[in-house]
T-cell receptor, first 114, second 114 residues
């Protein structure tokens, strides 16, 4: 089993749709979780951190399910500009001991169509 | 806001040539990282440095060396380039003196080995 897994997609959705991505992780000791956005092999950019209680930023909602070891990203009212690859990132144990290392999923491609 | 700066942005090498990729950050981060990204493989960690003067291997260190010159700069060296090292290379930094801190990426170096 890979340490961090994502459905590669692509997810093709119409504008205005709601879309959700999941990311599973293997290490139950993981403490830090993030969602990144990457456009056309440009640099990954932080979209949002994922907190234990869940968190929301505008149209984006992130959730953490420790029992099932996955994080999710929900995008409401999709825009054309949301088309990108979404990467999840998870640390694999005690944050300080690992030098802040993150393991990245392979990314989920989202294409929002008019 | 420079953030993380990588040079060069593009480079073409012949097999067996050597070169150094440069990375500098102005965010006073203690940890820095080098990744490579290949189609279908996601981001893979080559080396990282949790503090000035320390470096550690990541997932794919073979064929590479690194130097943490000071707190700001972290360079990646290919001693004898091989076609398998054709990739997009990203440098990142993070403030791991605090927990749950994300990594911030430079805009990448696109390297082709002929």
């Amino acid at each position: 089993r890979k340490e961090v897994e994502q459905d590669p997609g692509p997810f093709n959705v119409p504008e205005g749709a709601t879309v959700a991505f999941n990311c599973t992780y293997s290490n139950s000791a993981s403490q830090s979780f993030f969602w990144y956005r990457q456009d056309c092999r440009k640099e990954p950019k932080l979209l949002m951190s994922v907190y234990s209680s869940g968190n929301e930023d505008g149209r984006f909602t992130a959730q953490l399910n420790r029992a099932s070891q996955y994080i999710s990203l929900l995008i409401r009212d999709s825009k054309l500009s949301d088309s990108a690859t979404y990467l999840c990132a998870v640390n694999m144990g005690l944050f300080y001991n690992q030098g802040g290392k993150l393991i990245f999923g392979q990314g989920t491609e989202l294409s929002v169509k008019p | 806001n420079a953030g993380v700066t990588q040079t060069p942005k593009f480079q073409v090498l012949k097999t067996g040539q050597s070169m150094t990729l440069q990375c500098a950050q102005d965010m006073n981060h203690n940890s820095m990282y080098w990744y490579r990204q290949d189609p279908g493989m996601g981001l893979r960690l080559i080396y990282y440095s949790a503090s000035e003067g320390t470096t550690d291997k990541g997932e794919v260190p073979n064929g590479y060396n690194v130097s943490r010159l000071n707190k700001r700069e972290f360079s990646l060296r290919l001693e004898s380039a091989a076609p398998s090292q054709t990739s997009v290379y990203f440098c990142a930094s993070s403030n791991t003196e605090f927990s749950n801190q994300p990594q911030h990426f430079g805009d990448g170096t696109r390297l082709s080995i002929l």
